[in-house]
């Protein structure tokens, strides 16, 4: 809104008022009444300046404080239109629910039970539920080489809009560098804009009062100390993003934040679970290398966080991923080819891979990894 200037034309009046009080001091001369008339006139001149000027002083006020009040509706307006929520556990609205399965950590972890309820921040949300398919990817700063935007793009633009609409993609970041969580939101508020605003793109982070309480490895070498709390962090940071996806979809696909996904893996994988001609698998994988591309039903990944937290300090996840079918299918003291037969029934395995892992430079700073299973 344009406000227009008030054309007072002052310089005009002044000119005028003092030519005329110039001429009253020239008749001044004939009379003492005439000068104490001009002198008069030359006060009030003076008198109505100063009452001008004060009103301009006040009339400038008023205009900053609409301007300010504007100014503050129109933030009010574009954050409310994009939905971009930056909240934590504590200050949850009393309408929304937190999954009870998060006090689960303070069963594991007892130095958290001093905390208040343990939850995720949402950073970019709409609360989006009720769709078919979670895509979880944790991701942490790799330095001066991030594969997330190259990640993001295959997995969104490899959906139609009816896959895209029947599903939510959630990033955690998993680092407590606030310049990586920035640079992570603004990369995909700027890229990904259609999907923020519908809602079927999420950003959360994890507190960092989260790892200060659940990192207290104590080894003696120091290298050995490093790979056991990376490894730890990221069988964390997992369980961290698999419960919070899990009131949102009926099933949920975990990834990381260096691969890329084959032209229309969604679809297949779509296609893949409606046509199973059996409802008894545990989980079903989608790529052979780590983590990656593992598909689960939402309803049972309590059971699997709670077995990753209770070995969480002995093997990486993919390995207590192989350690929990020994665990729920094989019985005590039975032939290990019967428990063999039975997990690969169960386990099921799509081939080939729906997944690339393109990431050369690990998360574990100094590390490189090679693998690019396809």
């Known amino acids: 809104m344009r406000i227009k200037p008030v054309n007072l034309p002052i310089a005009l009046v002044a000119f005028v008022l003092f030519s005329f009080s110039c001429f009253c001091i020239y008749k001044t001369t004939q009379t003492n009444n005439q000068l104490i008339n001009c002198r008069n006139h030359i006060l009030e001149f003076k008198e109505n300046m100063l009452h001008l000027r004060n009103k301009t002083e006040k009339n400038s006020q008023e205009?900053?404080?609409?301007?300010?009040?504007?100014?503050?509706?129109?933030?009010?307006?574009?954050?409310?239109?994009?939905?971009?929520?930056?909240?934590?556990?504590?200050?949850?609205?009393?309408s929304e629910t937190v999954s009870n399965t998060f006090e689960d950590f303070k069963f594991f972890f007892p130095q958290l039970r001093k905390e208040g309820r343990i939850y995720p921040n949402v950073i970019i949300s709409k609360g989006k539920t009720g769709v078919s398919f979670a895509l979880g990817i944790s991701t942490v700063n790799r330095g001066n080489y991030s594969y997330l935007k190259q990640t993001l793009t295959s997995v969104i633009s490899r959906m139609t809009l009816s896959e895209e609409k029947d599903s939510v993609v959630i990033v955690s970041i998993a680092d407590s560098n606030e310049d990586y969580l920035h640079s992570v939101v603004k990369m995909i508020k700027r890229k990904f804009k259609r999907q923020v605003r519908s809602g079927s793109l999420e950003v959360i982070s994890v507190p960092a009062f989260l790892y200060s309480s659940m990192l207290n490895t104590k080894h003696l070498a120091e290298d050995s100390q490093k790979l056991d709390s990376w490894r730890i962090k990221q069988v964390l940071d997992f369980c961290i993003l698999m419960l919070y996806a899990q009131p949102k979809a009926k099933y949920y696909l975990q990834l990381e934040d260096d691969i890329i996904a084959k032209q229309m893996y969604f679809t297949k994988i779509t296609d893949f679970v409606h046509n199973m001609s059996s409802n008894d698998w545990f989980f079903i994988e989608f790529s052979m290398l780590g983590f990656i591309g593992k598909l689960f039903r939402s309803e049972d990944l309590t059971h699997f966080v709670r077995f990753f937290l209770m070995f969480?300090?002995?093997?990486?996840?993919?390995?207590?991923?192989?350690?929990?079918?020994?665990?729920?299918?094989?019985?005590?003291?039975?032939?290990?080819?019967?428990?063999?037969?039975?997990?690969?029934?169960?386990?099921?395995?799509?081939?080939p891979s729906l997944f690339q892992h393109v990431g050369i430079h690990s998360s574990l700073s100094g590390k490189k990894q090679y693998e690019k299973k396809i």
Do not use: H
């Open 63 to 94: 205009m900053m404080k609409v301007w300010k009040q504007m100014k503050y509706e129109i933030m009010k307006r574009e954050n409310k239109s994009g939905n971009l929520v930056v909240q934590k556990a504590d200050v949850l609205n009393k």
């Open 312 to 351: 969480y300090k002995d093997k990486p996840i993919d390995w207590l991923l192989d350690d929990i079918f020994q665990v729920k299918l094989c019985d005590t003291g039975e032939d290990f080819r019967n428990c063999l037969k039975r997990k690969k029934q169960i386990r099921i395995r799509y081939k």
